[in-house]
Nanobody, 118 residues
Framework: QVQLVESGGGLVQAGGSLRLSCSAS????????MGWFRQAPEKEREFVAA????????DYAESVKGRFTISRDNAMTKVHLQMNSLKPEDTAVYYC???????????WGQGTQVTVSS
């Protein structure tokens, strides 16, 4: 059974930092890109960052560039999102997802809440 499990969310003051992690299990994700998305209340889910397992190529939403860093471990079982200089507008449920060429973003985690207070 494929599972993506996020952790590391919580409450932080503006300007603070959090590190989210996503543990992947149930199949090999060596050919998948891994992404982070977020959804704030009454807003659509939006892309945050992505990383390709093999080459480590990364991509970020403009709103988080320079503040967030996505990384993965060499065992290709975990992906992390280091979030610095957090802003109240970063408040959302953050989701980890796995992207395949044939499947798109097929696999999703259950989400972890990030709340940034002003």
């Amino acid at each position: 059974q494929v599972q993506l499990v996020e952790s590391g969310g919580g409450l932080v003051q503006a300007g603070g930092s959090l590190r989210l992690s996503c543990s992947a299990s149930g199949r090999s994700f060596s050919n998948y890109a891994m992404g982070w998305f977020r959804q704030a209340p009454e807003k659509e889910r939006e892309f945050v960052a992505a990383i390709r397992w093999g080459g480590g190529n990364v991509d970020y939403a403009e709103s988080v560039k320079g503040r967030f860093t996505i990384s993965r471990d060499n065992a290709m079982t975990k992906v992390h999102l280091q979030m610095n200089s957090l802003k109240p507008e970063d408040t959302a449920v953050y989701y980890c997802a796995a992207w395949g060429v044939a499947t798109g973003y097929k696999y999703w985690g259950q989400g972890t809440q990030v709340t940034v207070s002003s």
